[in-house]
């Protein structure tokens, strides 16, 4: 349905769209996608994928049967909002299915009735219906629109969707399996909403809603699912929140070039100065993703029309998914943001399930990747994740893109590969090829004719075998599908109950030229012969039941054993046996070692301590060797170190880990361990640096992971942990299952003791004149500016939040002042007037260029005729904040405006956190006005936060200056 920015404008310009908030922001659902498909992408290279999936369903009946789900993978998620309201934050998530194996058998004896493999050109998709959650980041201030997996509902699959008992019981073990997993595999981020700026633009709470686009829940719309994520932003310059939107609210983005657009409420525009608005350096993305305006309207409030577009620095890698046969090549290059080609510093290919070099395939510098050959893949399929690195301008700096590769023993796919079908279930059998290129697959069947078939589409066919009187207990026809190469499919009709078991009833693979032994467990007749033939398909068999694969391509030969008594078959069974080329890649089967250690901890590296602020990591190194198989060396797969954890040795659960995106435990949260995969900002508690070594093999049998341990735990309390990790064959191994030093470590926690003394706050005059002495800097010298230096001692600060205050209750709603205004003395007529800016250095920003005022005390400069004032790098240093306080003589305190005196008259109240991850809460002011010359000099006291029941409020008790 068309919606043109023609209707959309004459729509807003009907009056206010905003609902009271104070700006109203919609991204639109392709370039949340592509967002999406950044952060997957990003995780296959950082042990933070989504892991295989696998499971076995059982159900119940005349036909009693098991399915084996066996490594099941996921691709990239991407919205839909054909289930979207308004009314809340509902959208839905879908991916494809794109590698696996399904393989159905009889419960009683293990007969085939179906297999076949799963590639994404099949089709089948996972659908979650989720609500979009709104995360607070506690350091940085950031709320996150994200999604996550494991909270999803109304989960559906269309694997087996024709099979509703057991899809049901495929939802809910998805479900369960969503719910165990990591949260840096389950939650990805959409939006991100600075909440720490201090202009009257600058956000303070928003709320989520999810809204569909004109037309796009028709079921054959050409834009159906498309829809945008509505963020409604209270600013500081807004009292209150405004009103929730209901199903008549205008759609945001038109048609067109735009992906964003950001609706402005009237009565705020007069904050809107110069060519950037403050609010929109307020929304950021994940990655290197900004909101780039495009056009400005205002039909009633100010509309501002853009897209999410990559920064330069975003680099990307092309093609971000693609599928190549064994023994194939395929080229890969390196963009930046722009689309631009650019020349990669190094380029990396890894298999996430090869335990062998060469299943890694190989990569050159150009970035041209070659796949294993199909004797060395050694999987009927691999995911492969292509790097490519980029050194920048910056010591250490690099710059990470990740791209897919499916690699697939064989081209074409089939389905099935091999089936068993009673009589009810023989009127039509549908088949289905698909080509990794997406062309047409050719269906012919192969002698002796059972049936007839007919071509429904370029991939699907229709199989409907001959019925009647004389129709054979066991009927076999096979069909080939041929793509550039062939491959065999069988269809066993099975008229008649089995009397014979043969085991086993099912062998997956056997490669062409090896030998699989077929036996009878139970004897039917001893003494009566046994006839081996090979009903159907490739290879020989001998009368011990010894199989001999033979064949040019893959396929399924039928292998019965008849039981004949003086010409008569009194019994007969079959086993159903699939060949191909495929040698499968062998694996490890014990562990030489497996420890845990504390980096440069004690007692042998057994035992650590970390400061319980919820930030400060401690570095734990996580050793795995496996042994030798016959003479081989296979280290742990990618997918296996993906799965490796901590866990409590109480009770014994495993150890929360933190997503992707989050620093640490935050005030609030109910953890109070959890484990990072990857260092922060903060100090290790270790006293060393991070290490930089390989979260993946680092010799033939060697593997090394690093864990970053977080704690909120009371002061003085001890806990031990071990690590586990989950094996491709399914099997736990654990670190305590020897009783090694490293089995286990033992971390305590502690808290900050911190002195007053501990700080210290000193003055340097910077400009004005003076400064050898503290009486003359102020009785002789009048216009000044002096830089107060507050420094803790044991640590610097990284970080620097002036809080908003109710009282003594922080409230993140509130915009608090962050420049402070005295006068000499109390008359109106009183000209000898000072005022405070800040000077900080935030860890993860620029260094600052100006001294940082207050909006309201830049309005008083401007008046003043002054411009921005520049930082004094002489007395300036990262990891200090400075308190400037500057001195005029020519602002009589009668020329401003009562509530502008009222709003820069409050002490400042600063949370800074240092080095380590500590909190340090201080309330800065200037001296009592019945104390001479107060408005020279400030007066600093501790706060100490109580948490209460709601997270992250907090009521601060003053504590008087020692």
Same mark, same amino acid.
């Given at each position: 349905?068309?919606?043109?920015?023609?209707?959309?404008?004459?729509?807003?310009?009907?009056?206010?769209?905003?609902?009271? $908030?104070?700006?109203?922001?919609?991204?639109?659902?392709?370039?949340?996608?592509?967002?999406?498909?950044?952060?997957?992408?990003?995780?296959?290279?950082?042990?933070?994928?989504?892991?295989?999936?696998?499971?076995?369903?059982?159900?119940?009946?005349?036909?009693?049967?098991?399915?084996?789900?066996?490594?099941?993978?996921?691709?990239?998620?991407?919205?839909?909002?054909?289930?979207?309201?308004?009314?809340?934050?509902?959208?839905?998530?879908?991916?494809?299915?794109?590698?696996?194996?399904?393989?159905?058998?009889?419960?009683?004896? /293990?007969?085939?009735?179906?297999?076949?493999?799963?590639?994404?050109?099949?089709?089948?998709?996972?659908?979650?219906?989720?609500?979009?959650?709104?995360?607070?980041?506690?350091?940085?201030?950031?709320?996150?629109?994200?999604?996550?997996?494991?909270?999803?509902?109304?989960?559906?699959?269309?694997?087996?969707?024709?099979?509703?008992?057991?899809?049901?019981?495929?939802?809910?073990?998805?479900?369960?399996?969503?719910?165990?997993?990591?949260?840096?595999?389950?939650?990805?981020?959409?939006?991100?909403?600075?909440?720490?700026?201090?202009?009257?633009?600058?956000?303070?709470?928003?709320?989520?809603?999810?809204?569909?686009?004109?037309?796009?829940?028709?079921?054959?719309?050409?834009?159906?699912?498309?829809?945008?994520?509505?963020?409604?932003?209270?600013?500081?310059?807004?009292?209150?929140?405004?009103?929730?939107?209901?199903?008549?609210?205008?759609?945001?983005?038109?048609? /067109?070039?735009?992906?964003?657009?950001?609706?402005?409420?009237?009565?705020?525009?007069?904050?809107?100065? /110069?060519?950037?608005?403050?609010?929109?350096?307020?929304?950021?993305?994940?990655?290197?993703?900004?909101?780039?305006?495009?056009?400005?309207?205002?039909?009633?409030?100010?509309?501002?029309?853009?897209?999410?577009?990559?920064?330069?620095?975003?680099?990307?890698?092309?093609?971000?998914?693609?599928?190549?046969?064994?023994?194939?090549?395929?080229?890969?290059?390196?963009?930046?943001?722009?689309?631009?080609?650019?020349?990669?510093?190094?380029?990396?290919?890894?298999?996430?399930?090869?335990?062998?070099?060469? /299943?890694?395939?190989?990569?050159?510098?150009?970035?041209?990747?070659?796949?294993?050959?199909?004797?060395?893949?050694?999987?009927?399929?691999?995911?492969?994740?292509?790097?490519?690195?980029?050194?920048?301008?910056?010591?250490? +700096?690099?710059?990470?893109?990740?791209?897919?590769?499916?690699?697939?023993?064989?081209?074409?796919?089939?389905?099935?590969?091999?089936?068993?079908?009673?009589?009810?279930?023989?009127?039509?059998?549908?088949?289905?090829?698909?080509?990794?290129?997406?062309?047409?697959?050719?269906?012919?069947?192969?002698?002796?004719?059972?049936? +007839?078939?007919?071509?429904?589409?370029?991939?699907?066919?229709?199989?409907?075998?001959?019925?009647?009187?004389?129709?054979?207990?066991?009927?076999?026809?096979?069909?080939?599908?041929?793509?550039?190469?062939?491959?065999?499919?069988?269809?066993?009709?099975?008229?008649?109950?089995?009397?014979?078991?043969?085991?086993?009833?099912?062998?997956?693979?056997?490669?062409?030229?090896?030998?699989?032994?077929?036996?009878?467990?139970?004897?039917?007749?001893?003494?009566?012969?046994?006839?081996?033939?090979?009903?159907?398909?490739?290879?020989?068999?001998?009368?011990?039941?010894?199989?001999?694969?033979?064949?040019?391509?893959?396929?399924?030969?039928?292998?019965?054993?008849?039981?004949?008594?003086?010409?008569?078959?009194?019994?007969?069974?079959?086993?159903?046996?699939?060949?191909?080329?495929?040698?499968?890649?062998?694996? $490890?089967?014990?562990?030489?070692?497996?420890?845990?250690?504390?980096?440069?901890?004690?007692?042998?590296?057994?035992?650590?301590?970390?400061?319980?602020?919820?930030?400060?990591?401690?570095?734990?190194?996580?050793?795995?060797?496996?042994?030798?198989?016959?003479?081989?060396?296979?280290?742990?797969?990618?997918?296996?170190?993906?799965?490796?954890? =901590?866990?409590?040795?109480?009770?014994?659960?495993?150890?929360?880990?933190?997503?992707?995106?989050?620093?640490?435990?935050?005030?609030?949260?109910?953890?109070?361990?959890?484990?990072?995969?990857?260092?922060?900002?903060?100090?290790?508690?270790?006293?060393?640096?991070?290490?930089?070594?390989?979260?993946?093999?680092?010799?033939?049998?060697?593997?090394?992971?690093?864990?970053?341990?977080?704690?909120?735990?009371?002061?003085?309390?001890?806990?031990?942990?071990?690590?586990?990790?989950?094996?491709?064959?399914?099997?736990m191994h654990y670190s305590t299952d020897t009783t090694v030093h490293n089995a286990r470590i033992e971390v305590s926690a502690a808290q900050l003791q911190v002195l007053e003394n501990d700080y210290s706050f000193t003055r340097q005059r910077v400009d004005g004149g003076g400064g050898d002495n503290e009486q003359d800097d102020f009785d002789f010298f009048l216009?000044?500016?002096?830089? $107060?230096?507050?420094?803790?001692?044991?640590?610097?600060?990284?970080?620097?939040?002036?809080?908003?205050?109710?009282?003594?209750?922080?409230?993140?709603?509130?915009?608090?002042?962050?420049?402070?205004?005295? $006068?000499?003395?109390?008359?109106?007529?009183?000209?000898?007037?000072?005022?405070?800016?800040?000077?900080?250095?935030?860890?993860?920003?620029?260094?600052?260029?100006?001294?940082e005022f207050d909006t309201v005390m830049e309005s008083i400069r401007k008046d003043l005729e002054l411009d921005a004032l520049p930082v004094d790098r002489r007395w300036y240093a990262s990891g200090s904040l400075v308190l400037v306080n500057l001195r005029r003589e020519d602002v009589y305190r009668l020329t401003l405006l009562d509530w502008v005196k009222r709003? =820069?008259?409050?002490?400042?109240?600063?949370?800074?956190?240092?080095?380590?991850?500590?909190?340090?809460?201080?309330?800065?002011?200037?001296?009592?006005?019945?104390?001479?010359?107060?408005?020279?000099?400030?007066?600093?006291?501790?706060?100490?936060?109580?948490?209460?029941?709601?997270?992250?409020?907090?009521?601060?008790?003053?504590?008087?200056?020692?």
């Open positions: 349905m068309a919606y043109s920015k023609r209707q959309m404008l004459e729509r807003l310009g009907k009056g206010s769209a905003t609902l009271g $908030w104070g700006a109203v922001a919609a991204y639109s659902r392709s370039r949340l996608n592509r967002l999406l498909m950044q952060q997957y992408q990003q995780r296959l290279d950082t042990l933070s994928f989504l892991p295989p999936f696998n499971d076995e369903l059982a159900f119940t009946g005349a036909r009693a049967a098991v399915i084996e789900l066996e490594g099941l993978e996921f691709g990239a998620p991407r919205l839909s909002f054909i289930n979207a309201s308004l009314s809340n934050s509902r959208a839905r998530l879908i991916m494809n299915l794109i590698a696996g194996r399904c393989t159905t058998v009889q419960l009683s004896d /293990g007969a085939l009735i179906n297999t076949f493999n799963v590639t994404e050109a099949m089709g089948y998709t996972l659908e979650i219906d989720l609500d979009l959650m709104l995360v607070t980041g506690e350091v940085d201030r950031h709320g996150r629109v994200s999604l996550d997996l494991a909270h999803g509902s109304s989960l559906r699959c269309s694997l087996l969707q024709d099979q509703p008992p057991l899809n049901e019981q495929l939802v809910t073990a998805l479900e369960t399996w969503f719910h165990g997993l990591p949260a840096r595999m389950t939650q990805f981020d959409l939006g991100i909403v600075d909440l720490q700026g201090y202009h009257p633009l600058s956000p303070r709470r928003f709320i989520i809603r999810t809204q569909a686009a004109p037309g796009a829940k028709l079921s054959q719309a050409v834009n159906q699912g498309d829809g945008a994520v509505l963020v409604f932003i209270r600013v500081s310059a807004n009292s209150a929140d405004g009103y929730y939107p209901d199903s008549s609210y205008p759609y945001l983005i038109p048609d /067109g070039n735009y992906s964003a657009s950001l609706l402005l409420d009237r009565s705020l525009t007069r904050y809107a100065d /110069g060519q950037q608005l403050e609010i929109l350096n307020s929304l950021l993305f994940p990655g290197t993703y900004a909101f780039v305006e495009a056009e400005r309207h205002e039909p009633f409030d100010m509309l501002v029309l853009g897209n999410i577009d990559p920064l330069v620095t975003t680099y990307s890698v092309e093609p971000a998914e693609a599928v190549i046969k064994a023994g194939e090549a395929l080229s890969f290059t390196l963009h930046d943001g722009q689309g631009r080609a650019v020349s990669a510093s190094r380029w990396h290919a890894v298999s996430l399930h090869s335990h062998l070099p060469q /299943g890694h395939g190989q990569i050159d510098s150009k970035g041209r990747y070659s796949a294993p050959s199909p004797q060395d893949i050694g999987h009927q399929s691999l995911t492969v994740v292509v790097t490519a690195e980029l050194d920048g301008t910056k010591p250490g +700096e690099v710059f990470v893109a990740s791209a897919r590769l499916q690699v697939s023993f064989e081209s074409l796919a089939t389905f099935p590969n091999a089936a068993s079908y009673w009589p009810d279930q023989q009127e039509v059998i549908p088949l289905a090829g698909w080509q990794k290129d997406a062309q047409g697959v050719q269906w012919s069947l192969l002698e002796p004719f059972h049936g +007839e078939l007919s071509d429904q589409d370029q991939h699907r066919a229709l199989f409907v075998p001959d019925r009647g009187p004389g129709v054979r207990p066991l009927v076999v026809q096979q069909v080939q599908a041929h793509a550039g190469q062939a491959r065999d499919a069988a269809l066993v009709m099975v008229n008649s109950q089995p009397l014979l078991s043969l085991y086993p009833a099912h062998v997956a693979n056997v490669q062409h030229g090896q030998t699989a032994q077929l036996s009878e467990p139970v004897q039917f007749m001893p003494g009566a012969d046994r006839r081996w033939r090979v009903l159907s398909g490739e290879g020989e068999v001998d009368q011990t039941g010894a199989f001999s694969s033979r064949g040019q391509h893959s396929g399924t030969s039928v292998v019965t054993c008849e039981v004949v008594s003086n010409g008569v078959v009194f019994a007969s069974g079959h086993s159903v046996v699939q060949h191909s080329d495929l040698e499968m890649e062998g694996s $490890w089967k014990e562990l030489n070692q497996f420890t845990v250690r504390v980096m440069s901890g004690q007692d042998g590296n057994r035992q650590g301590r970390q400061f319980n602020n919820g930030f400060q990591q401690l570095e734990l190194e996580v050793y795995v060797e496996t042994a030798q198989v016959n003479g081989k060396d296979y280290p742990l797969s990618v997918t296996e170190l993906a799965t490796l954890g =901590l866990y409590h040795e109480r009770t014994p659960e495993r150890v929360s880990t933190l997503a992707l995106e989050r620093e640490g435990i935050e005030l609030g949260d109910p953890e109070l361990w959890a484990v990072s995969t990857r260092p922060n900002r903060f100090h290790l508690a270790n006293g060393r640096a991070a290490a930089a070594a390989p979260r993946r093999a680092v010799t033939n049998r060697e593997s090394i992971v690093y864990l970053y341990l977080h704690c909120r735990a009371g002061a003085g309390q001890t806990r031990q942990f071990y690590a586990g990790f989950q094996a491709d064959s399914k099997q216009t000044t500016i002096d830089y $107060w230096t507050f420094r803790y001692t044991h640590a610097k600060f990284v970080s620097c939040e002036v809080l908003g205050m109710e009282g003594n209750r922080v409230s993140p709603l509130t915009t608090p002042n962050i420049s402070m205004i005295t $006068w000499e003395g109390p008359s109106q007529h009183d000209r000898m007037f000072s005022y405070t800016g800040l000077i900080f250095h935030d860890s993860l920003e620029p260094y600052p260029e100006t001294v709003w =820069l008259t409050p002490s400042l109240v600063v949370l800074l956190r240092d080095e380590n991850g500590n909190s340090h809460y201080r309330r800065f002011s200037y001296l009592s006005t019945s104390k001479p010359e107060h408005r020279n000099y400030f007066d600093h006291v501790s706060v100490s936060p109580h948490v209460l029941n709601a997270p992250q409020r907090a009521v601060l008790t003053l504590h008087n200056n020692a």
